[in-house]
């Protein structure tokens, strides 16, 4: 079955500390894209990657790293400088353009 | 501005209709989409119109676009208790590989 995954599900991290949001898609799709949505919040885009070994910024970026070293995968990494980074994270795919895009599971993220 | 706008409840009676708003900003668009979240999980596509289009039925949902206004609604005939969602709607930005998502609806089913 082709879809987009998200893992884990739920991740607890201490202040301080590096953490990596997993996303793969067996889409085939050149673009994805992580948002990062607060309770009773919209989505906001904190990156995306039209192609391979290419991305840009989102409204959010500041605190967040990622990769795109193979089109199937979008690694995103909460690091120490990201000040409130308790959310729900999702990250989605899509052919690009005005293409709907796909959404994963999610990813919940508490700092304790 | 790149706003798209939505109410943030709406509570309805289980078997009314259920009728969403949107106000987008983009004329350029060439899809106007609807998205269903549950809680805890990820967004799913419920429907979409062509910015060619004024009306889009799809079994219990109806998306009606008015581009003059910039305005998209979502009727839900027969509203379920398993409707109760938040509803986004989400226009491309032109030019770029970005969305514009609303802020979302949450809409409550009472049985």
């Known amino acids: 079955d082709g879809g987009i995954t998200q893992s884990p599900k739920y991740l607890f991290r201490k202040e301080g500390q590096n953490v990596t949001l997993s996303c793969e898609q067996n889409?085939?799709?050149?673009?994805m894209y992580w948002y990062r949505q607060d309770p009773g919040q919209g989505l906001r885009l904190i990156y995306y990657s039209q192609i391979v070994n290419d991305f840009q910024k989102g409204d959010i970026a500041e605190g967040y790293s990622v990769s795109r070293e193979k089109k199937e995968s979008f690694p995103l990494t909460v690091t120490s400088a990201q000040k409130n980074p308790t959310a729900f994270y999702l990250c989605a795919s899509s052919y690009g353009g005005d293409n709907e895009q796909f959404f994963g599971p999610g990813t919940r993220l508490t700092v304790l | 501005g790149e706003d798209v706008e939505q109410s943030l409840f709406l509570s309805v009676r289980e078997g009314d209709s259920s009728v969403i708003n949107c106000t987008y900003t983009d004329s350029s668009s060439t899809y106007l989409y609807w998205y269903k979240q549950e809680p805890g999980a990820g967004l799913q596509l419920l429907t979409y119109?062509?910015?060619?289009?004024d009306m889009k039925q799809d079994q219990r949902l109806t998306v009606l676009l008015n581009k003059k206004d910039k305005h998209l609604s979502l009727r839900i005939a027969d509203t379920q208790t398993g409707d109760s969602a938040i509803y986004f709607c989400a226009e491309p930005s032109s030019g770029t590989y970005k969305y514009i998502f609303g802020t979302g609806t949450r809409l409550k089913v009472l049985a």
């Open positions: 119109i062509f910015s060619n289009m």
């Open positions: 889409l085939n799709h050149d673009a």
